[in-house]
């Protein structure tokens, strides 16, 4: 991918409406700092750190934990970083998943942990994109039990993964949503 962003410089941009991404399809990864994803999925019981890709950003070791993709990378962006943790959004499963999936996670009810959130991917995760007019294909080889890596937050279509870790993540986010 050819675009790489801390969140909280995404964040920024956004809140000034200078969103660097455009309204075009794409793919995407969230990378978190190495240490903090360790803390997160030992409560899913995923342990197979050898299959998670890691990256060197600012001498710091992140790993990939989940992919996305999107008709309109601006407009995920924003949803994923900036979206408000309203009781419509959380009842009515609206809430960007990764933000519910770092709620149960992290421990938190989805409603409560706005302010969390937002200060955790600030401080421990950077965005990865790039545009591609044919999103959908790159998702499926993404998420395939081929690819030699996992992405242990996604929880649709996700073949990375033991089943074992996908029922755990969706125990923990109905948990925490209320």
């Known amino acids: 991918m050819n675009n790489l962003k801390s969140v909280s410089e995404i964040r920024q941009q956004i809140t000034t409406k200078c969103n660097p991404m455009r309204k075009e399809p794409g793919i995407y990864r969230w990378w978190f700092k190495e240490y903090e994803a360790k803390k997160i999925l030992n409560k899913i019981s995923f342990n197979d750190y050898s299959k998670l890709q890691s990256k060197e950003i600012d001498q710091v070791l ?11 990378m601006k407009g995920r962006a924003s949803w994923h970083i900036c979206q408000k943790h309203t009781q419509t959004a959380v009842k009515h499963g609206t809430l960007s998943t990764l933000r519910q999936t770092l709620s149960a996670l992290l421990d938190i009810d989805m409603i409560l942990s706005e302010n969390f959130i937002n200060e955790f991917i600030d401080d421990n995760c950077y965005l990865e994109w790039d545009y591609d007019s044919n999103p959908k294909e790159v998702e499926i080889t993404e998420l395939s039990h081929q690819n030699k890596y996992s992405y242990p937050l996604n929880i649709q279509e996700n073949k990375t993964v033991e089943k074992s870790v996908i029922t755990n993540l969706k125990r923990l986010r109905k948990l925490h949503k209320k």
């Open 62 to 72: 992140y790993v990939a934990l989940y992919f996305g993709i999107s008709k309109d």
